[in-house]
């Protein structure tokens, strides 16, 4: 019986023993998978980290696009007015400044992948199409400033070219005015003329008429007359001057088929029927009246 229970005691003994064991690779099999959960949730969150900023990149890209786009449908139209053009530069800096910030966030995001103990192929390519499609946007944006600049030159050169035609055209304007002014006053000059009538003595204080001495007659408009004694009429036009006298004489030289002295109430008035043969002698009327 003794021996009986020693048997029994030495099996338990095992038994326990046994299970010892078993537990401390239990807890040591749980402290490795604890590690590898935590290692695995820290590249998950790795992971998302990449996939996020890359899908911002991507999205900013697209931005990128539809604002180019919005730049060249501006761009088409000539008539751009102040407002347009400060909102096309606006939209300029907006671009760069978007091109610039991902240039940088994606740069960062190769650093953190380079010095990750994470590798995907599949990533890296990612990453270097989106290398790719910066740098075209990149080209893009500089080609649209290239041709907008070129475009304001185009401008700034026509606004001179109009500027300075708009300086000939009012050069000319003055040279016309000022030979139309000339022509006017030449014509006016060549179409004056001037008449005077009175009697003997008045004539005479006014110089218009002078003595011949003892055996010549008078003379008219011999000396240096008073001019402000005339009246001043425009040839083409006066076809009449009434002389307001029962008598008239006229003294200066025209050709008589050139006018007729006709009576109207008494008195008599000058009839001038052909005008420019009228003064084709002598620009000066004098007539001496009663």
Known sequence: MKTFFSIIFISVLIILSSCGQHSSEYKSLKAQNDSLMQAKHKMQEELDGYFSTMNQIEQNIEKIKDTQGIITTENANEELDSDARAKINDDLNYLNEMLKANKEELANLKEKIRKSTFKSNELERTIERLTKALE???????????????????????????????????ELKT?????????????EAIHTAWYVFGTRK??????????????????????????????????????????????????????????????????????????????SVSKYLVIEVD
């Open 175 to 187: 040279d016309v005015t000022d030979k139309q002014k000339k022509i006017s006053e030449q014509d």
């Open 136 to 170: 075209t946007e990149s080209e893009k944006v500089a080609l649209l400033e290239t041709q907008i600049a070129q475009k304001d030159s185009i401008i700034v050169q026509l606004d001179n070219t109009v500027e300075s035609m708009n300086e000939d055209i009012q």
């Open 202 to 279: 008045e004539l005479k204080e006014q110089n218009i008429i002078t003595s011949g001495g003892l055996f010549g007659g008078s003379k008219v408009l011999q000396s240096d007359f008073n001019k402000n004694y005339f009246v001043r009429i425009d040839a083409r036009k006066t076809k009449s001057i009434p002389l307001y006298s029962t008598r008239a004489k006229i003294l200066t030289t025209h050709p008589k088929s050139s006018y007729t002295l006709e009576k109207e109430n008494g008195n008599y008035v000058l009839l001038i029927v052909d005008t420019k043969e009228f003064w």
